[in-house]
């Protein structure tokens, strides 16, 4: 992996996610015309925290902070076999702690089900009504647990790979998945049962899974576990994953409580709106955010490995900000086509004209955690590789009483938004925090200073001129047509303010295009 490896790898990431992406508003204007924004959409989106919950910690961002850093040392040290034997130790292990922890989960599901079908009815209609919804949201949860094992096992294939310079398979996962829930959601029909969906989701991991298995043979590494051995290679990979887990236990634990924040200090469909704004708000994070510290991961990995401290300062930097200059000028195109956007995506069915007004400011309340959230990915994996696992765990611990301090107070007073708001506030001083111990590992400031105002510039003439497109076109400013020119000139006009005001960072990227497509 070198620096242009990295940005290829990035490049690679954003394209396959965008396919997803797409995918993914496709797969919830399907879900959103078969069950409304209703309760039992807000069940299904309470229980389908509980195994991403499970999948961001034990999956994705733990894999990457701590295989991928062990897996290079062990590659500096031992070799590729040395590399593939731990790969293969820490796969079953990894396969074990799973296993208990689904079988352990249902069980504790089952019980709670049956002590609360098993309480004496309520005079109170409303409280009745109140338990058969918690009821669903219990059986959802049981149902969509087991998917917890394929989307993990994923997650863990796309480590070595991506280390090697492979990132098309792990990045094209998502969308396998969007393409069988959305034919399953088809399969099923309006006014379907909630309750099967569940198993489309379950096939849909199976096929992630399988999909990775010619990435892992392309560079020899074992698909199959085998028996973890006692040895001090895998005691030390084992030790960096609890504290990354912590991190995104402390994360996904804040999200979980706002969500139910929400639910209690808004209305009972007032989730359905938080979880359509991130979902929105996924697409500029996953294309420009996610993919960055993908890529960047196994490259800062190897560069701390080989105590290269300069080299891993300056990509890091180099990739802060390029990674705020896009997420500025995504996150005010998208500010400013919110009506737009949500009309043509989601206001089909059963999603009406009024919850398009409902859900554009809180997808602009979101929009302002877009830099923060950016910058977070970059800086917490370059502590992370470079030995520091505990302070980006202690930064997204020491967020969430701030977040839910926030919530409690402006949910009340300005509805859903409120929850975007907090999460701003939350997200930007948890940056923050990782920018100071960026310091103290000695490695250079994340973005200077001085580059700031030349950063904000795209962003600034693509929100100008995606306005400027619908207000030429006002009488239909909502149709798909128009919303496609508005990002086409928004795109247009960011890119050539690039090439203007950053020529250096505009030659570096079209040198890399031009590379890809000469391959």
Not at 220 to 232: G, H, N, Q, V
Not at 282 to 293: T, Y
Not at 489 to 502: C, D, E, I, P
């Amino acid at each position: 992996m070198s620096g242009r490896g990295a940005l290829r790898g990035a490049l690679v990431t954003a394209i396959w996610t965008l396919v997803s992406r797409v995918l993914g508003f496709a797969r919830d204007a399907v879900m959103l015309a078969t069950f409304g924004a209703s309760p039992t959409t807000g069940n299904f989106v309470i229980a389908w925290m509980v195994p991403n919950l499970f999948r961001r910690l034990f999956g994705e961002g733990a894999v990457s902070a701590a295989v991928q850093p062990a897996l290079a040392r062990a590659q500096a040290d031992g070799g590729e076999d040395a590399a593939r034997n731990l790969f293969a130790r820490f796969q079953g292990l990894f396969l074990g702690v799973l296993t208990v922890l689904i079988v352990g989960g249902e069980l504790v599901i089952l019980v709670w089900h049956g002590w609360l079908e098993g309480r004496a009815p309520h005079a109170d209609p409303d409280v009745m009504l109140a338990r058969a919804a918690d009821l669903e949201a219990l059986l959802l949860t049981a149902w969509l647990l087991p998917y917890v094992l394929p989307i993990c096992l994923t997650a863990l294939a796309g480590a070595p790979q991506q280390l090697c310079g492979r990132f098309s398979l792990p990045a094209l996962a998502p969308a396998v998945l969007n393409v069988v829930w959305i034919s399953w959601l088809l399969m099923l029909g309006p006014g379907a049962d909630i309750l099967w969906l569940p198993a489309g989701v379950l096939i849909g991991g199976i096929a992630q899974w399988v999909l990775q298995w010619p990435g892992l043979r392309a560079d020899r590494w074992p698909l199959m576990p085998c028996r973890p051995a006692s040895d001090p290679e895998l005691r030390a990979t084992v030790r960096a994953f609890f504290p990354v887990m912590l991190g995104l236990a402390a994360i996904q634990l804040n999200l979980m409580v706002d969500q139910i924040l929400v639910r209690e200090l808004v209305s009972e469909d007032a989730n359905s709106y938080t979880y359509a704004a991130n979902r929105l708000l996924q697409l500029p994070m996953a294309l420009v955010g996610i993919s960055a510290a993908t890529a960047a991961m196994p490259l800062f990995s190897k560069l701390a490995a080989e105590g290269r401290k300069d080299e891993l300062s300056r990509h890091l930097r180099q990739g802060s900000e390029m990674t705020l200059l896009l997420m500025i000028a995504a996150g005010g195109g998208l500010f400013v086509l919110a009506t737009p956007v949500i009309h043509v995506l989601f206001e089909h069915g059963r999603f009406s004209a009024e919850d398009t007004a409902r859900l554009a400011p809180v997808l602009r309340a979101y929009l302002w955690s877009l830099p923060a959230a950016a910058l977070i990915g970059l800086a917490a994996r370059a502590c992370q590789a470079s030995g520091n696992l505990r302070g980006p765990a202690k930064a997204a611990v020491a967020a969430i009483p701030i977040n839910l301090g926030l919530d409690l107070w402006l949910l009340p007073r300005y509805g859903v938004a409120g929850a975007g708001y907090a999460t701003a506030v939350a997200l930007s001083f948890q940056f923050v925090l990782l920018a100071r111990m960026l310091g103290v590992l000695e490695l250079a400031p994340i973005c200077r200073l001085a580059r700031l105002p030349l950063l904000l510039l795209p962003g600034i003439a693509a929100s100008l001129a995606a306005w400027a497109c619908t207000r030429g076109f006002e009488d239909g400013a909502s149709s798909a047509l128009t919303l496609v020119l508005a990002i086409g000139a928004g795109m247009l006009a960011a890119g050539v303010t690039v090439r203007v005001f950053l020529p250096n960072d505009f030659a570096q990227l079209i040198s890399v295009l031009r590379r890809r497509r000469s391959r």
